[in-house]
């Protein structure tokens, strides 16, 4: 995961604020076509070429953040069209999580292995040897690789004993453990949807913030403004500490309802029940032959078995992820009700667009952006009252190997259930291999798509270590 603190980060969540507060004013379709003349003209840094493509690229970015795709648009429609688009459509979360925005991508060089100033002309000139296709040849005393030869075995950079052949990859396919991202014909990175798990990981990733995520931080503002039913807030496990250290829970509850939402629910006390009906579904399958059962609350994970080990999705738990059943218990209880989840991550948005019970989706980030255009301060907030009195069980799933912890807690000793951790999707395709071949050492598989699990995603606002101390310090709370 990226730095929390960079200028593309920055940029980002000046749009969400800016969007959050036109659409808190009621002002979103009358002021956002001046939006991006306007924040050039403040601005006296440049990061492209010229002022007309720096424009371009903010009106892409704003749709975007509007949760429009390409396809429901064209490029003469102005950004206060595309806000009234977005106000009046239905707020069912996007399928399309990610987006290439084509306009920002800088089209980084893909040439794997480059020769640089560091070649001395050798005489052994090892990585001539090596080379299987003699595409190394020396010209002007040093090394040159014919591209039209090289077939990118790598062999040249492992030889060269001044290391100085170095292998160059793309940020953005670098951090896509599921190879989803590949290039088009004029050198763009593209992002197969197909392959795609929505892990979000290329988004920090690209130094020049050409992937984005669509939002509905316009959409969910107007439901806490105009809807006349009860508006849920599900708050993901992973929320400790997010918004700040004197941020206690109460104090989030009390922010959230002067939001405008009427209730509030932490979800970790939903994820207590979730352990118990996976544990019972694991000792139930295993008595009835199974050889083992993987975990369903990361929609990340289960994307990747279902698109690339479909003959292991029967493995799959069927007992729904915690923000499934406790939309659910919501929605059986009210059917009006609006539910919002709030958590860390994007991935969950397309989880949403699956389910009827949830309405929309936020990420901490855009949460907070929220609360900045709403100059709700939560650290001055004293009152507030208290979250549901979850147990640190389910407050846990919030950290890799807590899900699995969980669901050993609910078995007996003798249960014969073992559990085996992915942590990451680069471990969870080492432990599917490994379950494919037979030789997966469990008989239940926990995996997360986020290394460190929930508490490192890519909608968080505080790094790892800081969160897991405080998630730490939560559950024995």
């Given at each position: 995961?990226?730095?929390?603190?960079?200028?593309?980060?920055?940029i980002?969540?000046?749009?969400?604020t800016?969007?959050?507060?036109?659409?808190?004013?009621?002002?979103?379709?009358?002021?956002?076509?001046?939006?991006?003349?306007?924040?050039?003209?403040?601005?006296?840094?440049?990061?492209?070429?010229?002022?007309?493509?720096?424009?371009?690229?903010?009106k892409?970015?704003?749709?975007?953040?509007?949760?429009?795709?390409?396809?429901?648009?064209?490029?003469?429609?102005?950004?206060?069209?595309?806000?009234?688009?977005?106000?009046?459509?239905?707020?069912?979360?996007?399928?399309?999580?990610?987006?290439?925005?084509a306009?920002?991508?800088?089209?980084?060089?893909?040439?794997?292995?480059?020769?640089?100033?560091?070649?001395?002309?050798?005489?052994?000139?090892h990585?001539?040897?090596?080379?299987?296709?003699?595409?190394?040849?020396i010209?002007?005393?040093?090394?040159?690789?014919?591209?039209?030869?090289?077939?990118?075995?790598g062999l040249?950079?492992?030889?060269?004993?001044?290391?100085?052949?170095i292998?160059?990859?793309r940020?953005?396919?670098?951090?896509?453990?599921?190879?989803?991202?590949?290039?088009?014909?004029n050198?763009?990175?593209?992002?197969?949807?197909?392959?795609?798990?929505?892990?979000?990981?290329?988004?920090?990733?690209?130094?020049?913030?050409?992937?984005?995520?669509?939002?509905?931080?316009?959409?969910?503002i107007?439901?806490?403004?105009?809807?006349?039913?009860n508006?849920?807030?599900l708050?993901?496990?992973?929320?400790?500490?997010?918004?700040?250290?004197?941020?206690?829970?109460?104090?989030?509850?009390?922010?959230?309802?002067?939001?405008?939402?009427?209730?509030?629910?932490?979800?970790?006390?939903?994820?207590?029940?979730?352990?118990?009906?996976?544990?019972?579904?694991?000792?139930?399958?295993?008595?009835?032959?199974?050889?083992?059962?993987?975990?369903?609350?990361?929609?990340?994970?289960v994307?990747?078995?279902?698109?690339?080990?479909?003959?292991?999705?029967?493995?799959?738990?069927?007992?729904?992820?915690?923000?499934?059943?406790?939309?659910?218990?919501?929605?059986?209880?009210?059917p009006?009700?609006?539910?919002?989840?709030?958590?860390?991550?994007?991935?969950?948005?397309?989880?949403?667009?699956?389910?009827?019970?949830?309405?929309?989706?936020?990420?901490?980030?855009?949460?907070?952006?929220?609360?900045?255009?709403?100059?709700?301060?939560?650290?001055?907030i004293?009152?507030?009252?208290?979250?549901?009195?979850?147990?640190?069980?389910?407050?846990?799933?919030?950290?890799?190997?807590?899900?699995?912890?969980?669901?050993?807690a609910?078995?007996?000793?003798?249960?014969?259930?073992?559990?085996?951790v992915?942590?990451?999707?680069?471990?969870?395709?080492?432990?599917?291999?490994?379950?494919?071949?037979?030789?997966l050492?469990?008989?239940?598989?926990?995996?997360?798509?986020?290394?460190?699990?929930?508490?490192?995603?890519?909608?968080?606002?505080?790094?790892?270590?800081?969160?897991?101390?405080?998630?730490?310090?939560?559950?024995?709370?």
């Amino acid at each position: 995961m990226a730095s929390h603190n960079s200028e593309m980060i920055r940029i980002r969540r000046q749009l969400y604020t800016a969007v959050a507060d036109m659409t808190w004013r009621g002002r979103l379709v009358e002021e956002i076509d001046d939006y991006p003349d306007n924040l050039i003209a403040e601005q006296t840094m440049r990061y492209r070429c010229c002022e007309h493509k720096e424009r371009a690229i903010l009106k892409e970015r704003l749709r975007v953040i509007l949760g429009l795709t390409p396809y429901e648009v064209t490029k003469h429609t102005t950004l206060g069209e595309m806000a009234k688009l977005t106000l009046e459509k239905a707020t069912r979360p996007s399928k399309c999580t990610l987006e290439m925005i084509a306009a920002a991508c800088d089209r980084c060089p893909f040439e794997k292995y480059v020769i640089t100033d560091a070649c001395r002309n050798c005489v052994a000139h090892h990585c001539c040897v090596v080379c299987p296709k003699d595409a190394i040849t020396i010209v002007h005393n040093r090394a040159y690789i014919d591209r039209n030869r090289c077939v990118e075995c790598g062999l040249c950079e492992r030889n060269c004993p001044f290391r100085a052949i170095i292998q160059v990859t793309r940020p953005c396919e670098q951090a896509c453990a599921a190879k989803a991202i590949t290039r088009d014909q004029n050198n763009a990175a593209v992002i197969d949807c197909e392959t795609c798990v929505n892990c979000a990981a290329c988004i920090p990733s690209c130094p020049f913030g050409s992937i984005a995520d669509y939002t509905q931080v316009a959409q969910v503002i107007t439901l806490l403004t105009q809807s006349p039913q009860n508006k849920h807030a599900l708050i993901a496990p992973s929320f400790v500490g997010q918004f700040g250290p004197k941020a206690t829970p109460g104090a989030l509850r009390a922010a959230l309802l002067e939001l405008g939402f009427t209730a509030v629910h932490e979800v970790a006390k939903c994820a207590d029940e979730v352990a118990r009906h996976e544990a019972m579904e694991v000792k139930d399958r295993l008595e009835q032959g199974a050889d083992f059962v993987t975990s369903s609350c990361c929609p990340s994970f289960v994307a990747m078995v279902k698109s690339q080990y479909p003959d292991l999705a029967d493995r799959i738990s069927h007992t729904p992820s915690p923000m499934a059943q406790q939309a659910a218990q919501i929605k059986a209880l009210d059917p009006q009700a609006v539910t919002v989840f709030i958590g860390p991550c994007i991935a969950k948005k397309n989880e949403a667009a699956n389910l009827r019970a949830v309405d929309a989706v936020l990420t901490f980030e855009e949460l907070g952006c929220i609360f900045v255009a709403k100059e709700i301060n939560i650290a001055a907030i004293t009152t507030g009252g208290e979250l549901d009195q979850a147990n640190a069980l389910g407050r846990g799933f919030a950290k890799v190997g807590g899900l699995s912890k969980a669901v050993l807690a609910k078995l007996d000793e003798n249960s014969g259930v073992t559990a085996r951790v992915a942590n990451g999707l680069e471990e969870a395709q080492a432990a599917l291999k490994d379950a494919k071949a037979g030789r997966l050492g469990a008989t239940f598989l926990e995996g997360m798509a986020c290394e460190g699990g929930c508490i490192a995603g890519p909608g968080t606002l505080i790094k790892r270590n800081v969160a897991e101390k405080l998630l730490e310090r939560y559950c024995q709370t």
